[in-house]
């Protein structure tokens, strides 16, 4: 199964909030979608959701146009907004009932894939509190499984790990990539770390417009050569610099993360990438084209 995106966009008024994207997203992986607020991230899922139709552009699903044939892709689609909806005068079992029904699916097989989904992202469907009294990253999970009820083939998640704790993350992250073996997973989010955990393909937005699709070995390559650590005693001035990656207090002092070109102090070493520094490098480069 693949998704195929050519030359698509979305235009609001007089804004341009999409350019021609053009991009094929396969099973067998993890596609994450990162970039800054405002990149259009949002924005394409939902035109990859068939909750919008693009301005102009095809959006193809195994060679059938989903811009004209929506049902298509919502006969196999799960999808998790950034914003979760829900009743809150229910219980997370009730309301994962309730979704199931509408899906067509019926009531012991449902209650069989609400108890294993919930059981993965350790929330009991036996609790009586009502998603109203929930935490925000409860109800995220609660969202979350009631976006895989049915087994979909297409998975997409916008923000699916927001208010998580540590364990919780990874507990969303290993399900997705397991997912991913035989479905097409969409994840999209601001937590890098996230991405660089279980995504094997990367799509860089910004802008409206697609920067980057590849591995995200072939991303961390680009930023190759240009990361650079050194430390600072626990009493220096700390420096302030956009440029800074990181910067994290250890035994021998204050390890200072930078993007440069070349060397930004004497004792600084250069080091390998990770995504967040080519993240924030191909960020910085961009900036000093448009300056």
């Known amino acids: 199964m693949s998704l195929f995106l050519k030359n698509v966009g979305q235009r609001f008024g007089d804004k341009q909030a999409l350019t021609g994207i053009t991009a094929t997203l396969e099973a067998n992986g993890v596609s994450g979608l990162i970039g800054p607020n ?12 068939t909750l919008a139709k ?49 899906k067509g699916i019926a009531p012991r097989e449902a209650d069989r894939q609400i108890v294993q989904t919930l059981g993965l992202l350790h929330l009991n469907p036996s609790n009586s509190t009502l998603l109203g009294d929930y935490s925000g990253g409860m109800r995220q999970r609660v969202g979350l499984t009631a976006s895989l009820l049915g087994d979909p083939q297409v998975v997409i998640v916008d923000e699916p790990t927001v208010g998580l704790d540590p364990v919780e993350r990874i507990a969303v992250r290993n399900l997705l990539s397991s997912l991913a073996q035989t479905r097409i997973v969409i994840i999209s989010t601001h937590i890098i770390e996230d991405v660089e955990a279980i995504a094997s393909q990367l799509l860089l937005l910004t802008d409206g ?30 420096p302030t610099s956009e440029r800074i990656s990181g910067m994290q207090e250890r035994s021998d002092g204050i390890h200072i993360r930078m993007i440069a070109d070349e ?24 900036a000093v084209r448009k300056g």
């Open 209 to 238: 417009q697609l920067h980057f699709q590849g591995t995200p070995a072939q991303f961390l390559d680009k930023a190759s050569g240009h990361v650079w650590e050194y430390t600072l005693p626990r009493n220096a001035s700390l």
């Open 54 to 102: 693009p301005s102009s552009g095809t959006i193809l699903l195994d060679d059938v146009d989903i811009v004209r044939q929506p049902q298509k892709m919502r006969q196999v689609l799960g999808y998790l907004p950034q914003q979760v909806p829900y009743d809150a005068h229910v219980t997370a079992l009730a309301y994962l009932r309730y979704i199931a029904a509408l």
């Open 38 to 49: 405002g990149a259009g991230k949002s924005t394409l899922l939902k035109l990859l959701a």
């Open 263 to 286: 060397a930004p102090v004497a004792n600084a070493v250069m080091v390998a990438p990770n995504l967040e520094d080519a993240t924030l490098d191909f960020f910085e480069s961009q």
